[in-house]
Structure formats: C-alpha cells, structure tokens
T-cell receptor
Framework: EAQVTQNPRYLITVTGKKLTVTCSQN?????MSWYRQDPGLGLRQIYY???????DKGDVPEGYKVSRKEKRNFPLILESPSPNQTSLYFC?????????????FGSGTQLSVL | DQQVKQNSPSLSVQEGRISILNCDYT??????FLWYKKYPAEGPTFLIS?????DKNEDGRFTVFLNKSAKHLSLHIVPSQPGDSAVYFC???????????FGKGTSLLVTP
C-alpha cells in the first residue's frame, strides 16, 4: 500500500530536549516536505526536499532542521524545542510531473512542548 | 502574509443541499489551484484541482470554479452528504509541482 508513515503519532516533551520526528514514504517520490498545522493558521511549510541531499526552507523554518540522506526518509529535527513549536505536523511526498495533486500526506504527529 | 485566504472558518449545510466553499488569493503568479480534504486524525487528501487556463473543473459531485480576474475560486459540492463533513483546504502554487500555499481551512458540517 502506498503511504507516508510518520512516527510518533503523539509526542509530549519538555523545552530544550532534542527530538526527531521520522517520515518515510514507499512510493519512490523525489519530493518530500514538512508542514505544521496550527489553529487559525492552516498548513504552513517548514522545509522541503526536491531530492536526496537537496533541502530548502519553507515559510516557517526557524527552530527546525531536516536531512535527506535517503530518498525514502525525511526526518524533522527539533534541536531545542520550545512551547511555540507545539503543533500538528504533517509530512508529505510527491513525484515531479505528477503535480501537487499527487501530494500524499502522512497521518500527522501531534507534538506538545511543555 | 497570507496569500491564500479562506475567510469562512466554518460552514453548515443540510444533507442534499449545495455546499459552496470560497477561497481568495493575492498572488497573481499562482496558476494552479487545489482543494484538499481533511478528516480528524488523518492527513489531508487531494480532492480536485484546476489550472489557470480553465475556469471550471468537475469531478462527480465536486466542481471547482476559478475567476482569475477576481482572484477567487470556489468549491461546489452537490449534493452534500454527511460523509463530506471535514476541513477543506484551498491551496495554490506557481505551477504544478512547486510548493503549495495553503489557506487556513473551512470546516464543513453536513447535517442529516
């Protein structure tokens, strides 16, 4: 089954404790992206990657890091989480030429930073 | 600054009636528009899209209308069904494949 898998689904942590949210896709997609969803703000892009070893900032990259060492994986790293990073996070992937209509989203990771 | 705007946070419609969800955009460089649907505890899923060379695209009960001069698009759902109750996100990009700009979403409730 074609899917984007995020882990964990829920995470509660404390300020300053480094964490990683994993994202993996099994569709051989070149493009991967991270979004955060906040009440009243919709979906905002954090980082994206057009291919392996190619990453770029989205609209709200501050406080986040990403890496793309393998095509299927695109982890989101919070080196020193802060309460304003409490949010619902989505990973997504697609393949060039298929357009954004083929953007597949994961089920989301609800992060709470205390 | 929000380049894609959905000014109605919520909408309630009776089953069988038409649901109309609206979206405005400010960037005249956008030429590809999409609607995504999101159920609670799930990621958004693609619903329907339209290119700027068209003014209408239809897929079953869903139709998207684009008015480029007004920088406005709308999603029509006819007839509405309770299973359509979800959050609908409007999104736009400069061309297919580029990063999407999302609106804040409209929560649709279809009542029996």
């Amino acid at each position: 089954e074609a899917q984007v898998t995020q882990n964990p689904r829920y995470l509660i942590t404390v300020t300053g404790k480094k964490l990683t949210v994993t994202c993996s896709q099994n569709m051989n997609h070149e493009y991967m992206s991270w979004y955060r969803q906040d009440p009243g703000l919709g979906l905002r892009q954090i980082y994206y990657s057009m291919n392996v070893e190619v990453t770029d900032k989205g609209d709200v990259p501050e406080g986040y890091k990403v890496s793309r060492k393998e095509k299927r994986n695109f982890p989101l790293i919070l080196e020193s989480p802060s309460p304003n990073q409490t949010s619902l996070y989505f990973c997504a992937s697609s393949s060039p030429g298929q357009g954004n209509e083929k953007l597949f989203f994961g089920s989301g990771t609800q992060l709470s930073v205390l | 600054d929000q380049q894609v705007k959905q000014n109605s946070p919520s909408l309630s419609v009776q089953e069988g009636r038409i649901s109309i969800l609206n979206c405005d955009y400010t960037n005249s460089m956008f030429d590809y528009f999409l609607w995504y649907k999101k159920y609670p505890a799930e990621g958004p899923t693609f619903l329907i899209s339209i290119s700027s060379i068209k003014d209408k695209n239809e897929d079953g009960r869903f139709t998207v209308f684009l008015n480029k001069s007004a920088k406005h698009l709308s999603l029509h759902i006819v007839p509405s069904q309770p299973g359509d109750s979800a959050v609908y996100f409007c999104a736009a990009s400069r061309n297919s494949g580029y990063a999407l700009n999302f609106g804040k979403g409209t929560s649709l409730l279809v009542t029996p």
